[in-house]
């Protein structure tokens, strides 16, 4: 996990709460992502950001938002809690550039949230 | 939506066996790839193969792609305890490689 660092790492929340995760790199590397890990499912995206200033969404982003205000911060806000955002958050980082057509994530140790 | 199903969802081998588990996904990709992921940590890349290859080494580790059939193979070969992990294929969403889009994983459980 050398080079990316999440916090916090476990943490417990209402409902109806606000909770954000941040994700810290040091590569420098232009794509940073937020993904959700949750049993039966998988990893699903949530957000991801191509530059500061500039983030997409995944395939769950519904009551998520993130910002990128610095290369090395990728911010995961959750507005207001609920239990069906229980699980375990793993921020990803990658130097993808275009040219070689393959994109490989490096991934932080995860963020495991339980909402109650 | 996931692109990628993992086959099977668990395996338990003894060690020394070799241990295969499959990747099936739906739509055309470039490349394929393969991750690692140990108890309560992230995930750590494994190995790339890219859609004009057939197969490919790093290791004790091959990996196969059958574009045709849209899938991909990973073989661990005289495994280990420490190959104990699940294993999840990724590959890019359609359209978009900048996103990678992951399958549920196969849990592989090595005894001694």
């Known amino acids: 996990d050398a080079g990316i660092t999440q916090s916090p790492r476990h943490k417990v929340t209402e409902t109806g709460t606000p909770v954000t995760l941040r994700c810290h790199q040091t590569?420098?590397?232009?794509?940073m992502y937020w993904y959700r890990q949750d049993p039966g499912h998988g990893l699903r995206l949530i957000h991801y950001?191509?530059?500061?200033?500039?983030?997409d969404k995944g395939e769950v982003s519904d009551g998520y938002s993130v910002s990128r205000s610095k290369t090395e911060d990728f911010l995961l806000t959750l507005e207001s809690a609920t239990s069906s955002q229980t699980s375990v958050y793993f921020c990803?980082?990658?130097?993808?550039?275009?040219?070689?057509?393959?994109?490989?994530?490096?991934f932080g140790a995860g963020s495991r949230l339980t909402v109650l | 939506s996931q692109q990628g199903e993992e086959d099977p969802q668990a395996l338990s081998i003894q060690e020394g066996e070799n241990a295969t588990m499959n990747c099936s996904y739906k739509?055309?990709?470039?490349?394929l790839q393969w991750y690692r992921q140990n108890s309560g940590r992230g995930l750590v890349h494994l190995i790339l193969?890219?859609?004009?290859?057939r197969e490919k080494h790093s290791g004790r580790l091959r990996v196969t792609l059958d574009t045709s059939k849209k899938s991909s193979s990973l073989l661990i070969t005289a495994s280990r305890a420490a190959d104990t992990a699940s294993y999840f294929c990724?590959?890019?969403?359609?359209?978009?490689?900048?996103?990678?889009?992951f399958g549920t994983g196969t849990r592989l459980q090595v005894t001694l």
């Open positions: 990803a980082i990658s130097d993808y550039s275009g040219r070689s057509g393959a994109n490989v994530l490096t």
């Open positions: 590569e420098n590397h232009r794509y």
């Open positions: 950001s191509y530059g500061v200033k500039d983030t």
């Open positions: 739509t055309s990709i470039n490349n």
């Open positions: 193969i890219r859609s004009n290859e």
């Open positions: 990724a590959t890019p969403l359609t359209g978009t490689a900048s996103k990678l889009t």
